[in-house]
Every structure is written in C-alpha cells, then in structure tokens.
C-alpha cells in the first residue's frame, strides 16, 4: 500500500492547482502593491513619492484622497508601468545568483470628476477611482504562496488587482479633507473529488468564491496662506502641509479540499485545508509638506509602515506554518520610518521635469526564517520625470497631457542564514537593481 502522505500531497496539490487554474496563472506575487513598492502614476514613480501626497491625478485616492480637489476639472487618465527587477542572493551552493528577474508590468486607468452639480448645494465634491492589472491587464488576481530552500524576496514580484475608489471636498479656507476605500479580494474555494491510486479523478466539484474587502483611506490637506492669512500676504503664503492615514490591507486565499481515494481513503474522505495571504499593505501613517513658488515646488514626506504586524498575519497561514514554530524562532518584522525628498521645476507652459529621492528601510527583523527564507534588504531609490502638455487641440476643450517617470532601486546588501527542508543552514548576501518606468495620458474636462 502507498503511504497515506503521498496522497496528502496529491490532494492539496490538487486544490491548490484548482484555485491556481480558476484564478490566475502561476506568478511569483509580493507582500506589496505597485502604490506602496514603486509608485502608481509617472509622478509618482519620477518622484520616489515624495510629492504623491500633493499631487491632483487620480493616484491621489491611494496617497492622499483630500488632493482630489487641488484641480476643479474633472480627468481620465490612462496608463502604464513596468518594472525590471534583477534580485539576487550570493549563494554558493545555487547555479547562479539571480533569485528572481521576472518583470511587474501593469495597465492603469482612472477617473476624477465633481459631483457637486448633482446637488441643489453649491459645494464641489469630488469623486475619483484608479485601477490597475497585472500583466498589461491580463491577469488581475497574481498569487503564490510559497516555502523556499533558495531564498525568496519579500516585497517584489507580480503585483495583484489594484483598485482605490474615493472622494473629497473643500471644508474651509485652504483645508479640504478625503476618504477612500482599498479594495481586495479575498478568494475561498472548495473541492471534492474521488480520486483513483493512479491520480485519475471523478465526481469532482468545485466551488470559488472572490469577496471583497474594503480598507480606508483618510487624508487632509491645508495650504496654509490660504488658512491664516487669507486677505494678505504673508510668510505662510506657498506652504501645505498633508496628513494620511491608511488601515492595513492583504489579500488571502483558503482552500478546503476533500479527497476519496478508492481503495486506500474511504468516505468521508482526506480533508486538508489551506490559508494563506499576500500582497500585505502596511497600517501607514503619513506627513508631507511642500513649498511652491511661480514656476517651482519642493517638498518632502515621512511614512510610518507598522509592518510588525504582519508577524500575528503569518500566525495563520498554513503555507508559511509559523504556528507550529516556537515564539522566540518565528519570523519578525519591523514598524519602519520612511523619509521621501522630492522637486519640480516648469520649464515653460508646456514642459516640467521632476525627481526625488527616499530611503526604505527593511522591515524584515530576523535574518534567519526556516524554510520561508524570504530575503529583505534596505534600498535606495531615486527617481526622475518629465511632463509635456499639448495645448493645440482642435476637438478638444483642455490641452493633453502626457507624463514619464523612471525610477532605480538600489537594494544594499545584507547577509542572510538560509534553512532548508532538511535543516541545512547556507549563508548567503542579498542584494539587487530594480528599474521602473511608467507612462500616462490625462485628458481634462
């Protein structure tokens, strides 16, 4: 007779092949979103996201939802991102350093308009929404959930449905304040199947089920002139400052599969069940400030990501298995302060140029994460854009705007203990180049 975890392993293969077909195609996901690892729109790419939360496109309904109102017109901008990542891992007893190379490329849309002309109130109230998919919009639920003996970086790879919804109004003098929703899906399926010694299966059922599930966004901004000094000028005149706050986010996937195996696994069968997340966005808190002259802004941000509690998260997932694994020797994670500098300069009517610079730190504690081994290094990133406006329409009513952004991620090296399946335990240093660049077309009306 063959061993009863042979087919403990066929089974969960076969539910998790199930969910894998109906969902997505294999892909390599993260524990992060294209907002939070690179940036959603070329601005905010060109600007390492220094300036996102002061920017008036639909990105603002991730960043900051109250910046929906810094322009009265209403948008709808297309576009597009792709990120080249070399990640590597200087392992001796691995064919090569390269961890992982494949690209995130993503298709985005949104829209903002004002909604105040539905009310008898004369009070503008803006709505805006932004989405995006993976893979040039061909796969929209990217998802794997892995152990690794070769190591595995934590935050790159294919990123998943990206989707913000929001909205926003003027209160008084300068101060306008924002609300928006962060939606994921959250996919469950269940499978029952009779399956033969020789994996042939029968009677076979399948249930999935995507719910989703809403996370908030809040936000403010106040131009400070305009609040406490609002019939003169004064020293305050150019300066706004932002807050925001964002509640934490991750998409999940549950398996519950029940196999009969003839002759070997009678009724009621070999039940398994699988839980896991992905793409886990931080609780954030955030603060920016930026000066604007005639024909220039600068201006910075500092975000406080409460990664550590991804550590509770991973308590229940049965891929990653730290339940199992005593509290002292479980994986760890860090709350981390980001600071964020950016610039912009309008060359004339028609051209502007951008860039910023931040430093991310790690927020991946402990070095050495038995058979999870994910690999988490601090980076560099600096980024720089152009704007072109063309204002020579004949149809249409406002001038056409197009926007570039690129933007490079330097991973510093850091040492890391990889633990295979065996216990073999192999030091090894992670490091690795990330290169972003990202387009979009934004019409007004």
Known sequence: MVPTSRFSLRALSLAVAAVSTTLSMPASASMGNIGTTYGVMPIDVATAQSLSMFNDQVSATYYNPAALTRDERGELTSGILHAEQELRSANPNANGDVVSNSPSQHVLIGMKTNLGSL??????????????VEKYGKEMLAFDSQTSANGQFLQYGKEPLFLNIGGATPVWRGISVGVSARI??????????????????????????AEPQVKTIVGTTIDLGSTFCPEGICFLQGWETAFTYRTKSSASTAVDSNIIVTQTIPDPGLSLVVSTIDSFQPETFGFGAQYKGGNWRIGGSVEQQNWSELSDEFTGDTIKDQATIPASSRIQFNDTIIPRLGAEYDLNKNFSIRGGVAYEESPLKTTRNPEINYLDTDKIVVGLGVSATYDRTRFLAFPVRFDLGYQYQQLQERDFTLVDFDGTETDVTADGDVHVISGSVTLKF
């Not at 009310?119 to 995006?132: E, K, M, N, V």
């Not at 469950?188 to 089920?209: C, I, P, Q, W, Y």
């Open 119 to 132: 009310t008898r109130f004369d009070h503008p109230l803006y709505l805006g929404f932004i989405a995006g």
């Open 184 to 209: 994921t899906l959250d996919a469950t399926a269940n499978l029952d199947a009779v399956s033969t010694l020789g994996g042939e299966t029968s009677r076979e059922r399948l249930a999935v089920n």
